[in-house]
């Protein structure tokens, strides 16, 4: 381990003089300790010793973290990972994005720190969180019963909301829909009765910016899409097994609806190509009527485009019911990530670096890492971090500002959504709101910890089996065959690829964990 002076990183931030830096009650060394670490996410291939938050924390606990991360000329942090693993030198501190499978597997194996102990004994603020929310550090916990890391955190409920242009719902007459047959009448009126009024059938009733978005429709079936906030995964099904959603009959019936609806133009022709960039270009140039998307920065488009679209309303409206009679927000925030940091076996300094961890989940901490530098980016009024003016009126969206300061990054931390509340706009807000006021919500599915031949049975089979659903999928969308003639091979060939090896093993590690 390095020791430096940090007298270079105090006099690079003048308000570092706040109170809550001097009176020393955060320190955990007495002598400056560097640990070195990896930190790969998606926004940023490395970990900047310039961030101001690295630099109030390193004030206040005597802790300088150096950057030693591996793959930074890739954006895949798995990649990253595995190329880490492979040169074998460990830094002290392994973070950043999906580390969760990696650690779990080669943490048993002496690679990681198991954190146990060490947390119990040396860090009672994340104590503290897993004795409230035990069910989270079991679904974190390896095979052999023990954890590696601590995971990245979030918070709120509600995510993604369906959105509805009431302006044209109020041009021609309509109400809200409020069941899918419903939906489907107001997507027939969109594409037919001209609602932006420029003379042209140009309007795209259903639009999304992340194509995987399609596939949320099945809900509108009965069906699922996924059972966690990420696209595509398995769910735990009404038997208390895993399963996949996209490998029962609800899918082929749900599919095959949301065919018909691309057939008829009820869908963007280009929801497969159009990327990232759909939803600022269809709203901004008055042509998308109904998505499903955040909360916060949908809404923001109602005041981004107020001068340019005349009489612009993006509003929230309830999930219709489904053919079955249900509402469901499939999407939700989940609780645990597979995000967060460890601690390797090279670190001469581990009860250091777990109080240090600890540290994140003191109010000062966790203020921290959620909001930035207590008097350059938030102030604490009334008990409450509150942004700053220039930060909630800037012209960049302040999760940006935040990223680059080093708060939202991807460390073990608890998220706090006060720091999103502060930037969601009325209608967001109303929406919220109304969400909360009606039972949709469903369980989420946590994940599971493989043992190694779990493991090494899942890395055969899944990718393969995953790659040729998704295909099927999007073929059958556009046209391309026909999902009930083809239902019966589809799933013979899932099972010929190893769906049920997969299966047997998901649900033996997740038998394991509930245990």
């Given at each position: 381990m390095r020791k430096t002076s940090l007298t270079l990183a105090i006099m690079a931030c003048t308000a570092l003089t706040a109170p809550a830096f001097a009176d020393g009650h955060l320190m955990i060394v007495e002598e400056p300790l560097e640990l070195t670490i990896h930190m790969h996410w998606p926004r940023a291939q490395g970990y900047d010793e310039n961030y101001p938050v690295e630099q109030a924390a390193r004030e206040m606990t005597g802790i300088h973290l150096?950057?030693?991360?591996?793959g930074r000329n890739s954006t895949n942090s798995r990649e990253a990972m595995n190329l880490l693993l492979a040169q074998g030198d460990l830094p002290d501190i392994v973070g950043g994005h999906l580390i969760q499978q990696p650690v779990n597997e080669y943490g048993p194996q002496g690679a990681f720190l198991p954190l146990n102990e060490l947390v119990a004994e040396h860090a009672p603020n994340i104590q503290a969180f897993w004795d409230a929310h035990p069910e989270l550090q079991a679904a974190i916990t390896a095979y052999d019963g023990n954890y590696y890391y601590i995971p990245y955190l979030p918070d709120g409920e509600f995510g993604r909301a369906w959105f509805v242009r009431q302006d044209w719902l109020d041009a021609l007459g309509l109400q809200q829909p409020q069941n899918v047959n419903?939906?489907?009448?107001v997507l027939v009126a969109f594409r037919?009765?001209?609602?932006?009024?420029?003379g042209m059938k140009d309007e795209i009733p259903y639009f999304a910016r992340q194509w995987e978005e399609v596939a949320r429709l099945l809900t509108l079936w009965d069906a699922r899409s996924s059972g966690s906030d990420t696209y595509h995964d398995f769910y735990v099904n009404s038997d208390g097994q895993v399963a996949h959603p996209y490998a029962v009959d609800s899918y082929r019936e749900g599919l095959a609806n949301i065919a018909q609806w691309y057939a008829e133009g009820l869908i963007d022709p280009e929801i497969f190509t159009?990327?990232?960039?759909?939803r600022d270009y269809l709203l901004s140039e008055n042509l998308g009527g109904v998505t499903h998307d955040w909360f916060a920065s949908t809404a923001g488009y109602n005041a981004a485009l107020a001068e340019s679209v005349p009489g612009f309303d993006f509003i929230p409206f309830l999930p219709p019911e489904s053919a079955g009679g249900v509402r469901m927000a499939e999407h939700r925030r989940i609780p645990i990530k597979p995000d967060g940091w460890a601690i390797s076996f090279a670190n001469e300094n581990p009860i250091e670096t777990i109080r240090y961890f600890d540290f994140w989940f003191t109010e000062e901490g966790r203020n921290m890492a959620n909001f930035g530098v207590e008097g350059v980016h938030f102030d604490v009024i009334d008990g409450e971090p509150i942004y700053r003016s220039e930060i909630l009126n800037s012209d960049r969206a302040v999760n940006s500002q935040m990223y680059e300061i080093g708060a939202q990054i991807q460390r073990g931390y608890w998220q706090d959504y006060r720091y999103e509340w502060q930037w969601t706009s009325e209608a967001a807000r109303a929406g919220i709101e109304l969400y909360s006021q009606h039972d949709l919500l469903v369980p989420q599915f946590l994940?599971?910890?493989f043992n190694e031949e779990e493991q090494a049975i899942y890395d055969r089979y899944w990718p393969s089996i995953r790659t040729y659903m998704l295909e099927r999928q999007q073929a059958w969308v556009l046209g391309s065959?026909?999902?009930?003639a083809d239902w019966d091979d589809y799933v013979s060939t899932l099972a010929d690829m190893g769906l049920d090896q997969v299966l047997e093993v998901m649900n033996s590690a997740y038998a394991r964990q509930g245990s």
């Open positions: 150096i950057d030693a991360t591996a419903e939906l489907y009448d037919d009765r001209d609602p932006n009024g420029n159009r990327g990232s960039s759909a994940g599971v910890s065959g026909d999902v009930t």
